[in-house]
């Protein structure tokens, strides 16, 4: 599970254009279960059940997710004063104990972490440069090998401001997933607000960002060149799934992060389908109780379809709530695995119960697939509870809470200390087989759209088969 402050760290790596990141939720619930807006029209879906043939994608195109990578290298020892050498052994002797104090796996995650941190303790006393140093503490965190603990070096900190210091930007509206595809970074797009020059330009997601004024889509420092001015163009070459680039102008303008939430009716049915920018911001709650109500409308939903796919993570607080709306109760615990200084037990609860237009009660079928970061809390759950399906691609099982530790020199510590334990389940109990779709489909965001998906259409069937 990755906490609001990690949530800001991971995706900053994927979003090319577009804010800051939001601070971590205080404990909050959907109090107003009416509309907050005007009621709007909902849209109906590009996807049209018995009339839309869904792409048919080979399994060996399964999407990969982005995620941070060890670095391995070999180091040259240098002669370095007794100041730096004294202030490099208290940062790894203070990195050394967080690990063998807060660590969420007693054994190490398999690890022999004694041995691993004598070796890099002997490394950094024979001497090393202060950039050899830093990355000499990254590829030893590393070594625990579980995706989730990670040292940041003082200069490793990813650009969290780049787009605007608060709540609006300059830029055309988007926001973009780096996908590799045999050794290229694809940017394509997960998000796109709605009102902004994108959405008036026709661009939708599924669509790739293939060049911005005929130039790479981020500069040499890793900013993106699809913010500037308000009131300057761009024209941003676009790739649309089955189509030929195309070039498209637009006219960046302020952009308010309000559309949190993308819902629409399958024609010809009373099933929903609704899927989420990022659940981290408490404003998505009232947004997801204004999409219920909008698409019960004055008939109520026979299904829901919920697209969990490109949601790297979480703030537990919000994703709490927004469970509310579908399940309610304790669900399970986040526990220490350790017997030596465990951490206190976090209960997982689902409250306020919230019924939304009948949302307790609602057949639900969730879509996921790789880059699902918060599947064990969602689809997972729901699924465990006999609440809901599952449809697409195994997800990665591992929730955690994380111990973080700031240091004066501008470095930090990312330590999994806390796993998930569902009721009546071991601790970790997706952390080794993932979250195991009910059926499987294949398939990449940018190899269809919203008329032809293969994900949706599976999730439609099983609703409709009730």
């Not at 909902?42 to 999407?63: L, M």
């Not at 040499?220 to 195309?246: F, W, Y």
């Not at 879509?367 to 918060?374: A, L, M, S």
């Not at 997800?395 to 009721?423: C, E, K, W």
């Amino acid at each position: 599970m990755i906490l609001s402050r990690f949530l800001c760290f991971t995706l900053a790596f994927c979003m090319l254009a577009l804010s800051a990141c939001q601070p971590a939720a205080s404990p909050v619930s959907a109090t107003n279960l009416q509309p907050t807006t005007a009621a709007p029209t909902v849209r109906a879906c590009d996807f049209v059940p018995g009339k839309s043939v869904p792409a048919q994608i080979p399994a060996s195109s399964a999407q990969l997710p982005t995620n941070l990578t060890s670095i391995t290298k070999t180091f040259t020892n240098t002669t370095v004063d007794s100041a730096t050498l004294a202030k490099q052994m208290d940062l790894y002797y203070r990195i050394d104990a967080d690990i063998t104090n807060h660590y969420v796996y007693a054994n190490f995650n398999g690890k022999n972490w004694k041995a691993i941190s004598l070796k890099y303790k002997d490394l950094i006393q024979k001497g090393l440069n202060q950039a050899d140093f830093y990355l000499a503490i990254t590829q030893m965190v590393g070594e625990l090998d579980d995706g989730q603990s990670f040292f940041l070096s003082p200069g490793g900190h990813p650009n969290l401001t780049a787009a605007a210091p608060s709540s609006e930007f300059a830029g055309i509206g988007t926001l973009t997933y780096a996908i590799h595809d045999q050794g290229q970074a694809i940017n394509v797009l997960r998000w796109v607000f709605p009102g902004s020059p994108a959405e008036k330009a026709g661009v939708k997601p599924h669509d790739v960002l293939l060049k911005v004024d005929g130039r790479p889509i981020t500069d040499a420092n890793g900013d993106s060149s699809l913010l500037g001015p308000s009131g300057s163009s761009v024209t941003v070459t676009v790739g649309s799934p089955g189509q030929n680039p195309r070039d498209v102008k637009m006219v960046r303008n302020k952009i308010s992060q309000s559309g949190l939430v993308d819902y629409c009716l399958a024609p010809g049915t009373r099933i929903g389908y609704m899927r989420w920018e990022q659940i981290s911001d408490p404003s998505v709650l009232d947004q997801t109780v204004d999409a219920l109500n909008a698409l019960s409308g004055d008939s109520p939903l026979e299904g829901l379809v919920i697209d969990k796919r490109l949601n790297e993570g979480s703030d537990t607080t919000v994703l709490q709530s927004l469970l509310s709306f579908f399940v309610g109760g304790t669900l399970g615990s986040f526990v220490s695995t350790r017997s030596v200084n465990p951490a206190t037990p976090e209960p997982f609860t689902a409250n306020p119960v919230t019924d939304v237009s009948g949302s307790l009660n609602l057949p639900l079928v969730v879509i996921q697939d790789q880059t699902t970061g918060d599947a064990a809390l969602f689809g997972g759950l729901l699924q465990l509870i006999g609440r809901a399906k599952i449809v697409g691609q195994p997800a990665n099982g591992g929730a955690f809470t994380q111990y973080i530790d700031d240091f004066s020199d501008g470095s930090t510590l990312v330590l999994a200390s806390m796993t998930f334990q569902p009721n009546g389940k071991t601790p970790g109990y997706w952390d080794k087989t993932g979250v195991i779709p009910d059926v499987s489909v294949s398939g990449r965001w940018d190899q269809f759209n919203e008329a032809n998906d293969p994900y949706l259409a599976k999730a439609i069937e099983l609703l409709t088969k009730k």
